[in-house]
């Protein structure tokens, strides 16, 4: 949603929301549920879920929280790596 064009009419796939708070209660749904869980983190989907995360922030414009998930999702890499 974040990477469509500004000139898309979202009223044409009628959403009930605007794509910025879609986008926030999606992330903090995530941020809740699945970066919190640290045995869902220390797996290969968890390290793809925090760096969709910290793109999600990027589009945002919240490079800082960007940066935190991505630093997070190289901390978890290489406790992966170290577990093999």
Known sequence: MQ???STFDFG???MSYSVKDLVEEYTSTVTSLVTSDEEITASIEGLECLAL???IY???GKP???WL???RAM???EIIVLEF
């Open 58 to 60: 990027l589009n945002a």
């Open 75 to 77: 901390n978890m890499a």
């Open 3 to 5: 990477q469509l064009p």
């Open 69 to 71: 998930s991505f630093r």
């Open 64 to 66: 800082r929280r960007a």
């Open 53 to 55: 995360l910290g793109k």
């Open 12 to 14: 044409s796939i009628q």
